[in-house]
Every structure is written in C-alpha cells, then in structure tokens.
C-alpha cells in the first residue's frame, strides 16, 4: 500500500516537473562504491540518473555526489568488470550516505568487452578523446605469440598505433617517433619498454590493472613527450585473503600472488617473470643466429590505509635482459623503477594526488674480441615529484592545479677495458643534467548535458645544468671537432641554457543527440629529451640525449576532430577520428656520423621537422555472443632534415616518408563465446609496409661494384598481413571461485606469410639480389596455462 | 612440471625454421648517373692516378662499359702551395700523373679537380697527409679449414704501435703472388712437363680498417690484414700496406665496410649514400661519389714459406684446385707471372721481393 502510494507520489513528481520550467537542484545523493570481495574502492564507475539521464562518476577514492531535482530516483550503477546494479532512492527518508557494494563479474562475463573501458561510459560521453583503453586481463584471452600476453601487442591493434616491424621495440602514435612516448608505471617513466630486443613488452600484464594510452592531449599534469601517454597502473592486492596465479608457457613461467598483510591496512602484490628464451631463439635462426638470451622482470606494490581518507602506496619494479648475438658482444639492459604515491581527501570537494618517483634505466655493452675486451655503460636517471589538486565544487566541474620537478641525470656512456690484456682505453663521456620544472592547471566544465569543456595550461622551463664542459664551434662551416674554437666550463648546477614555454590543450565535446556527439581538440606538448639511434626500431646501441646549447627542444602541435557513436544502447560504438600534427626540433643524424660514445655529439646531429596527418575509424560490437572490433587508419607521417649546409641535407631537403609511415592499417578482432567456458578468438592485421631505401644505380670502387642508396626512404617495403587465431578455455564457473586455470591454444600467422622485416641487397658476381628477411615465416602454434589459487 | 614439459614440447615440436630469409624480385628506381671520382695521393713513389666514371648498371668493376666511362675530363692534382700536376688519360677511365718528382709529402694537403666536357667543375675537399705509421710485427697463422670453394689458407695479422699525440685512422690494402699449379703442357717425349707453376696476383677486396678511437697510444695486436690460400707448395711473396689516413675517409670507409655487410637486422644502419669529398664547385648539393684521398703508407713486403702444407693435406685440400686438363699454368689462371720452366723449380721471386724477410710457417 505504501509503496503503491509512493509509487503515485513519484508519478505526480515527473508530471509537475516540466510545468516548474526550471529543473530545481534540491536534493543531493552522496555515497561510495566499493568491491564486495576486496572493499577495495572503486573508481571511475558511472552512476546514471535513470530518470534524467545524468550522470557522474566516483572519485579516485570511490566517492561521488550529484545533485537531483527530485527526491525519488533510480539509479544504475556500472562499471568495467562489475555486474550493473540500480538502486532506487527516496532523499526525503533518509539522506545518509550510500554505501553502494559491487560485486564482480565472473571471469566468463568479463570476455564480453575486448578492448572497451567504455562500457557504461560510453565514448559518446566523455569529453575526452584520442584515447585507447585496453583491459590486460582480456590479451590472455586473445591469440599469443609464443604464448606470451603482451600489451603493446594488443595496442598495435588499435587505430592510430603502429609499430616498425614484428619484433622490434617500442611503438609509434600517430606518425611520431618511439621516444615521444611517455610510459608511465604507477607514475613512474619507464625509458625503455622491451624484452628481448623488442619481442615482448617489459610489463607482465598480469600486475596491470588497467591501460590508458592517449594519443594526444593527455592530461595536463603529464607533459614532456610528444606524441603519447601510455599510462600504466599496477593492481592493488585485494583485502579479502591471498590470491596466487601462476603460468607456464612456451616463453617464460610467472607466478604473481596479492593480499591483505594487515587486513584493512596494508595489502600488496608482488610477482616475477623469468623468460627461457633459448628454446625459440633456436627455432628463429636466422635473425639471431647463434644468439642466447634471457630476461626477466618482477613488480611489487604495496598499499597502506591510512584512514578512509589517506592512502598510501609504494610500487617497486625491475626488468633485466641479455643478449649474446654472437661470440664477440654481449648488451644488457635493465630498468629499475620506485613510485610513492599518496593520495588524501582533504574535503569532500578538494583532494590532493602526490606522486614522487626514480627511475633509472642502464644499457650495458660488453665487448669480447681478444685483446680489445671492454664494458660499455650508458643509463639514464629521473628524479621526480608531482603534487596535483583537484576540486570538484559539483559533479559538472573538475578543476586540477599542482606542480611537477623533474631532475634528469643522462650518463652517456663510460668505457672501461675489462682485462689486462685488453688494449681499449677507458673514455669517459661527461654527464648531462637537466631540470624540468613545471605547473599546470585544467577545468572541466559540463555546461549542459551535451556540452563539456576540458582546458588544460601547463608551464614548463626547462634548464640544462652544469657541471659541463661546452665548446663554441666555428660559424658558417658545418659542426666538427676541427671547428671548435673555445670551450667554457660551467660549474655544479649552473644553467647553461634554458627553454620554456606554455602547453596549451583543450577539447570540446558536442553531444549533436543522446547517441551522437562531435570532439574537437588541439594541444601543443615540449620535449627536452630525445632518444637518438640510427636504426629503425629501438635498440640496445641507442642512448638518450638531453636539449642543450645546441639541440633545442622539439614542439608539437596536434590538432583533432572526431565523431563518436553509440548504437542500440551502447552495443554497438563506432568513432572516426581525424588529425593534423607538426612537429619542431626532431633530432636527425648524419649519414655515416659516430653516435655513440662521441663527446661533440652536436657535430653528428641534424634538426628536422615533422608533419603527420591521418583518419581513424573504429566501430566495436560490445556485447552479445560475438564480440568485436574493427578499426581502420589511414596516415602519413613525413620528416624534414633542416640542415645548414647543402652537404648535410637529406633528399634535397625536401619532406620525405618518415621511417615509420605506414598508410593503411586495417585490424579486424573478434571473439565468439562457445560455452563450457570455450571461446574462440581470431585476429586479421594489414598494414602498409614501412619506408625503406633500396638501391637506385651502382658503380665501381676499390674493384668492387657498389650500390648506391641516393634518396631516403623512397620505397616501401611490402605489405604485412597475418591472421591469428586461438581457443581461451576459462575453468570458472561462478564468481566467487577461487582456483580456476585459464588455458590459451594461440595459431599466430595462420596462413604462414612470411612478412619482410627488411628487403636488404647484396651482390651476387655480377647482379644485385634483394633478399627478405622474415623474422616470422611459418605458424606458430603455442599453449600456454595460467593457474588461479 | 609435467605441464610446462607438455607446453614445450607441443609448441617447439611443431616450429620448423620459422625466421627465414628469401632472395626475392623488388623493383627498384634508376636514378641519373652520378660522377665517380677514385683517387688518391701517397707517399709511394708511384704514378698516381684518378679514375672517373658514372654510376650506372654496371656489372663487373672491372669492365665498365664505354658510356659509363669519362674519358675527357680534364684531371689536375694540387697541393696547398699551389704546385699543381696535370694527369693524362690512359684507358678504363683511369687518368695519370706524368712527373714522377710530383710525390706526396706529409704534412701537404692535396685535392683534386676535374674539368668534364659540359664546363662542370668537381673539386675535393683537400686531405692532408699525416705521418706513416710503421708495421712493427707480422704474425702468420696457418688455418687447416678449407672446403669446395677454398683450400687451407695462411691468416697474415699485424701488430703496430699507435701513437699517442694524435688521432690515427687505419687502412689496410694486402695484395700476394701465392703459387697456383696446373698439370703443365708437354715439353717433347717422355715425362717431360713445363709450365706446371705460376705465381697469381691476389688482391684482398675486404676492406680493412680502424680507428683509434678506443685504443688510442696502444698496441694494436692481432689486426688481421689478409689470407693466402695454399694452392700448392710454392711460396707466397706478400705486400701489407698500412695507410695512415684522415678521420673523413675513415668515415667514408666505415660507410663503404657498413654497406657491404648489411644483413638486414635490427642493428643494421639505414642504408645511405656513401658521402665522399668531392662536389660541385659551383653547386655544393652537386656531390660527385668515391673519394679522393691523400694518405702515407707504410709497406712490408714478407715471403712466406708454407711448411705447414704436408703431401696428405695437398692431396685432400688442393688437389681440387689443379684443373684436370693439361694446360699452362700461366694460361690458365688469370693475372699470372710468368716462369721459365724448371729444372730446378727455384723460381725467382716477383720484382719487389729480392731481399725480403721471410718467415717459415709451421702447422
């Protein structure tokens, strides 16, 4: 009777409300979410006025709050990997806080979503854009090479990311280099992303939490690259008891475990990898030849409550590899990373995020030819801290100030003979030191339901800081060691040159109808740090280098627009994205120059520019039987060798194909649930071959015949195209069980096309033959177990 | 570990060669023909020569075809005093000098002009000759690999001592007269054989050099320089050069030694033009290929006695190499000395080797 009643009264409400004209903000739902088996809380989850169709979402610690004109309401409540819930509320009874418990969906359930944070919040929604969101637990699910999930892997399949050729390292946003990416652990940068030169990524999916990668515009309290922000956030152990998982496969074994130390005060999570790379290495001949390897890497983090609204957490991590590629050189590589971050609720209104980091990577070279033994060491250090506020007066206004230090210290590289025998001599090359400071500030305003704002300032100055011997060079002749006319020392912490400059970003979101909107955004980033090498893809020989006297920072300037669409209640999404970007400063080297290891670097070095374009499409069915996605990209990405001397210049000094321009990338996912815990999953990959140099004449010298490569990048390698497939059988059958096995059967390179990696020429007596090499060249079949307790 | 076994075996058992590499058919572009200037000045006492032809689908480095030739360019060499020497054309697009008290001198720089038909101008940059840096030591090592293609061989590697107040860049050039034995041609009745013995002209193509960037004021031990296969029992008379020349044609070399043992991996440098020294003297963007140098040299000329080669080893490792027919020597083989026949097979060295060092190499 009562409900009934109420049920009328409700009814009356909703018919009065148009005639009020004006929706009145009188009432006010505040509460938090949580996990029902961790008590963990939960972020980012939306909460959507049934009613009204407003919405918010909770804060970092779980909370939200929004206004409603009325006092009856329903709520639905939804979030990635959690089952949906709706609450129904009557403010007028009682105004307590919600304490809303979410409970997670099984294992099964979550396949549904390949590659969408969205669901929920849709694309349609946000105002941000040029954003990739992937779910790590879900690679273990999609087709492996080797058996190994892999994260940068699973990006490559999104539109806008590339990378230069199957196992190289790193990846490329939108036309950029490799080193204009931030990848960010728990706040902390990593320097360098690979295993094994490349073939897999140095994070184990299964410590990540969740993956963001921004193609632009990334939020401005991130600055210092160019082209991207991937960030990474590492799991937090559970509250509720301790949870291990262990894996075998082809590659490597892992065995991560979580929980609770102090139950409700300290929890953590800790695991390790340890690859056995031998037994493929093998099997790939060719490219590696007699080479051995190994790697592993391990992640710990733990997190203290300190109080409902002080939480404290530290992130460790390490990754080390090896690689013989024959009997004379040996590199290592290794990272080393610490992340402390706080975060308090000082008010309802105002919190504050303090994150203070280290991070170091050190790239080894050991040289083994008799009588010339040596050790080579290079590394690079960043020392950062970073508090941010945030104040969120009501649900339709986020403003974020705070301040960033970033010091950098870049160790060149030091020789040192490694024997007595050996006949090297040590060479030091002197250190650089930098120092980023930087504030920022940004507002989001949702001035109605359809239109939202985010604008984002950021100041950086950035200083290039003694102690430093630097020489003056000759004017009007090309750098060299023989040109330099004086040099000047500058002591401990003295600037020995500055940069500076705004960071603008803004975007715009227009919601045109409820399922339609249209993005537009521009942001302009500065980077003072620059990876040089002379390959294509990243490698062991490359080193940082930092802006100074001579090599100025590099700009870039992005400007989007992007149409997103949500079909049949978010079911269906589909986006297209299109984008203009220029690049200032690029560093570029000379043919032929010695890079490493040389003490008037500036004399190698060319300044460039860059300019990228390109459209982007995506359309993704979320739910159902068979989900999937398809995107599509069509790009160019195209460089300019600024030089100052004719002599220098490159391809006349006109633009040319940037080494990574790949025009077409087509990638098709899909996955089919088949039941009894079986799903079928397949991949199809098409992307342009990238850019290469082949030869275009020959002629004799030294009673050879020679051939000449006189225009960069004029050619194009032939297309790469590959079709995975793979079974996941997932043995859990209700939420709440504890042990399960996740079994994957991966078919990588289906149909067996041997992708070139590179076409190379060499001479055969009299005529020039082009050979490729196929790092892949058949299927690769694998299996691979992971075992939950 | 049962599982982690099954998970190996099923994955490896099925991967044959997986990485591969495949001689495949590319289309490539034909840029315009671009001038090729070879040359250098030494300290030899030789007649110096520039070399000029155009890029182009050339085929053998040692048959240029006439249209890739230059013939009528005018060719000068000059020194940083203004003593300029004119070269005359001789064949294969080879020019020369014709006054033999035109030597070079450490310490001068030299470069060189060209003068084509059109007017165009090509200059080089002018290199200045450092001092020569002496052999100190040769070692000799006699290497019992040999297969089809090649017999055992002698591996000829150097020790010199780099001196310390200056940068220093290395080449080595290596050229031999290494023995080569046929079945001879018949000399009347009887068993009379001559001709059977003849000394062939080696050149080592590899390029072989170094800087002494990392070693700088040390020994350099161990540098390789060339091999001589053991065709027969004859001697071999050997030439090291070891030319001291400037950091830009070191670079220049580098380029050369990186675009011929290009593999395509990963650590493979672009591929590029190899950047030389001569360009347009109105038209700095108009670059000329090759490089004109200017380089001392310092020689060792050595005989190596071959004790190493046993009759069972010259049965299974060279005996493939004397062609089944009965033939001269010097017909037979290319760049041949030739001999007068035995009775005593005590050939005379090759010009050059009168009093050379010789050296007795054991297995």
């Known amino acids: ?789 | 570990m049962q599982v982690l076994k099954i998970i190996i075996a099923i994955s490896i058992l099925t991967i044959t060669t997986q990485s591969c590499i495949k001689q495949v058919d590319v289309v490539t572009r034909n840029e315009k023909p671009f001038l090729v200037v070879e040359g250098s000045v030494t300290t030899d006492t030789v007649a110096y020569t520039v070399k000029l032809t155009y890029s182009g689908p050339i085929a053998y480095s040692d048959v240029i075809p006439d249209q890739y030739l230059e013939k009528d360019a005018i060719v000068t060499i000059a020194d940083d005093l203004g003593n300029t020497t004119p070269l005359v054309y001789t064949d294969q697009g080879v020019y020369e000098t014709t006054d033999p008290a035109y030597i070079g001198t450490v310490g001068r720089s030299y470069s060189v002009t060209v003068v084509l038909k059109d007017g165009r101008k090509y200059i080089s940059t002018p290199e200045k000759i450092k001092p020569p840096v002496p052999i100190s030591n040769i070692n000799v090592s006699f290497i019992n690999k040999f297969d089809m293609f090649y017999p055992t061989y002698l591996d000829i590697s150097i020790g010199a001592k780099d001196p310390a107040q200056e940068e220093n860049y290395y080449r080595w050039t290596f050229y031999s007269w290494s023995g080569r034995q046929t079945k001879g041609v018949s000399c009347g009745l009887g068993n009379c054989i001559i001709y059977e013995y003849c000394y062939q002209k080696f050149v080592d193509k590899e390029v072989r050099i170094l800087s002494d960037n990392s070693i700088n004021g040390n020994d350099i031990k161990n540098q390789t320089v060339g091999r001589c296969y053991i065709y027969t029992y004859l001697n071999d008379f050997i030439d090291i050069s070891q030319v001291a020349m400037t950091r830009e044609a070191y670079q220049f070399w580098k380029s050369y030694q990186d675009q011929q043992t290009r593999t395509g991996g990963i650590l493979d440098p672009l591929p590029a033009s190899i950047k030389g020294n001569v360009h347009n003297a109105s038209n700095s963007n108009d670059f000329a290929l090759g490089y004109f140098s200017a380089s001392s040299v310092a020689h060792k000329k050595v005989i190596l006695i071959p004790y190493s080669i046993t009759p069972y080893l010259f049965e299974i490792s060279a005996r493939q190499f004397i062609p089944d027919q009965f033939v001269a020597c010097f017909d037979y083989f290319p760049n041949t000395l030739l001999y007068p026949p035995p009775p005593d097979k005590q050939y005379p060295p090759p010009p050059g080797w009168q009093n050379a060092e010789e050296i007795k190499v054991y297995w």
């Open chain 1, 1 to 789: 009777m009562l409900s009934q009643l109420r049920t009328t009264y409700r009814i009356l409400i909703f018919l009065f409300i148009p005639f009020q004209g004006v929706a009145q903000v009188n009432f006010k739902a505040t509460g938090r979410i949580i996990d029902l088996d961790t008590k963990q809380p939960v972020k980012n989850v939306s909460i959507i006025l049934v009613q009204t169709k407003a919405g918010t979402s909770t804060n970092d610690s779980g909370y939200f709050n929004f206004p409603s004109p009325i006092p009856y309401f329903t709520i639905t409540i939804s979030s990635v990997g959690y089952l949906h819930t709706t609450r129904e509320l009557n403010l007028l009874e009682d105004s307590t806080p919600l304490k809303i418990e979410l409970k997670k969906k099984a294992n099964e359930q979550l396949d549904e979503v390949i590659v969408n944070a969205y669901k929920g919040t849709s694309k349609v929604k946000t105002v941000e854009m040029n954003i990739v969101k992937i779910n790590p637990e879900l690679i273990k699910r999609s087709p492996l090479l080797f058996g190994e999930a892999d994260i940068i892997k699973a990006l490559i399949l999104q539109p806008g990311v590339t990378s230069s050729g199957e196992g190289a390292g790193g990846f490329n946003v939108r036309g950029g280099n490799a080193d204009q990416n931030l990848v960010l652990l728990d706040g902390a940068p990593l320097f360098n992303t690979a295993h094994l030169l490349g073939f897999y990524t140095s994070v184990s999916p299964d410590a990540v939490q969740d993956v963001t990668l921004y193609k632009g515009g990334m939020p401005a309290e991130y600055g210092g690259r160019l082209s991207s922000l991937l960030n990474m956030k590492i799991k937090n152990g559970n509250n509720t008891s301790m949870q291990y998982t262990g894996g075998v496969g082809p590659m490597s074994g892992r065995f991560f475990m979580n929980g609770p130390l102090i139950k409700d005060k300290l929890t953590f999570i800790g695991g390790f990898r340890a690859a056995y790379p031998d037994l493929i290495l093998n099997q790939l001949g060719d490219k590696f030849g007699a080479s051995r390897a190994f790697f592993y890497d391990g992640i710990v983090k733990a997190e203290y409550t300190i109080n409902t609204k002080n939480k404290l957490s530290i992130t460790g991590y390490r990754s080390y590899d090896k690689f013989r590629f024959d009997t004379s050189t040996v590199y290592n590589w290794e990272s080393n990373l610490v992340s402390l971050n706080y975060v308090a609720d000082i008010s309802s209104k105002l919190s504050l995020k303090l994150n203070a980091n280290y991070s170091r990577f050190i790239s080894t070279i050991n040289g083994l030819d008799k009588f010339y033994q040596f050790k080579l060491v290079s590394s690079i250090t960043q020392k950062q801290i970073k508090p941010v506020f945030i104040y969120k007066p009501n649900d339709k206004h986020t403003v974020e100030w705070g301040a960033d230090y970033i010091l950098y210290g870049i160790s060149p590289g030091t020789r040192n003979p490694v024997s007595d025998s050996s006949n090297i001599n040590p060479l030091f090359i002197q250190k650089e030191k930098g120092r980023e400071m930087a504030v920022f500030i940004s507002d989001q305003v949702d001035f109605t339901d359809r239109i939202s704002l985010q604008v984002g300032l950021r100041y950086a100055r950035y200083d290039y800081l003694g102690p430093k011997t630097v020489y003056d060079y000759e004017k009007d002749v090309p750098m060299a060691k023989e040109t330099i006319t004086d040099s000047i020392h500058f002591s401990g912490n003295k600037s020995i040159k500055n940069y500076g400059g705004l960071e603008p970003r803004v975007s715009l979101k227009i919601g045109l109808t409820d399922e339609l909107s249209l993005k537009l955004s521009y942001n302009r980033g500065q980077q003072f740090l620059h990876l040089i090498s002379n390959t294509t893809s990243i490698s062991p020989v490359d080193f940082w280098k930092l802006s100074d006297r001579y090599i100025n920072r590099q700009i870039g300037d992005q400007y989007a627009v992007g149409l997103f669409k949500s079909f049949n209640k978010n079911q269906y999404e589909a986006s297209f994205e299109t984008y203009y970007k220029t690049t200032k400063n690029i560093v570029q080297y000379k043919d032929g120059a010695l890079l490493l290891l040389n003490p008037y670097i500036e004399s190698a070095l060319l300044n460039g520019r860059g300019r990228a374009y390109g459209l982007e499409f995506s359309v993704a069915k979320n739910t159902g039987n068979l989900t999937g996605q398809v995107n599509y990209t069509w790009s160019k990405s195209q460089v300019q060798v600024l030089a100052g001397f004719t002599s220098e210049s490159v391809n006349g000094g006109t633009y040319y194909p940037a080494d990574i321009d790949r025009p077409n990338n087509l990638a098709i996912m899909m996955k089919i649930k088949l039941g009894l815990g079986w799903s079928f999953s397949s991949n199809f990959i098409y992307t342009s071959g990238r850019p290469a140099t082949y030869p275009d004449g020959n002629y004799a010298f030294n009673g050879s015949v020679v051939t000449n490569y006189s225009r960069r990048n004029m050619d194009r390698l032939p297309a790469y195209h590959r079709l995975d497939a793979g079974f996941t059988y997932v043995s859990k059958r209700y939420p709440e069980q504890k042990r399960y096995s996740i079994w994957n059967i991966s078919f990588y390179n289906v149909y067996m096309h041997k992708n070139a990696y590179s076409i190379y020429f060499k001479r055969d007596d009299t005529r020039l033959l082009a050979y490729r090499l196929s790092v892949v060249g058949g299927i690769i079949p694998s299996l691979s177990w992971n075992y939950n307790f």
